[in-house]
């Protein structure tokens, strides 16, 4: 089976509603499964690249992007008991 990354962003609908967040990621989780497919894992993303703090982050995609030969997009990544754990200390 192959491997795909989806990126989604929140729409304004979305972000009003985010406290419904988890209960969606469950529906979403549902409805693939009836297709076939698996949500192997999900992401919160948030900044760049995964590394051990910011600092490394910049001197890698400066390093990379000063080649010349790619752009980068890089974003910080909270695992699904992180990401539950943010929507549930929310006012």
Same mark, same amino acid.
């Given at each position: ?35 076939? +497919?698996? &949500? *192997? @894992? ?13 600092? !490394? ?10 080649? +010349?030969? &790619? *752009? @980068? ?13 943010? !929507?549930?200390?929310?006012?």
């Amino acid at each position: 089976m192959a491997t795909y990354v989806t990126l989604l962003k929140y729409t304004d609908q979305g972000i009003k509603a985010i406290k419904e967040g988890p209960s969606r990621l469950e529906k979403a989780r549902q409805a693939l499964k009836s297709m076939g +497919g698996e &949500v *192997r @894992s999900f992401h919160l993303v948030q900044g760049r690249y995964d590394a051990p703090n910011d600092e !490394v982050v910049a001197k890698f995609a400066l390093a990379v992007g000063s080649q +010349g030969n &790619v *752009r @980068s997009e890089t974003m910080r990544a909270f695992n699904e008991e992180e990401y539950r754990r943010i !929507v549930s200390g929310l006012p």
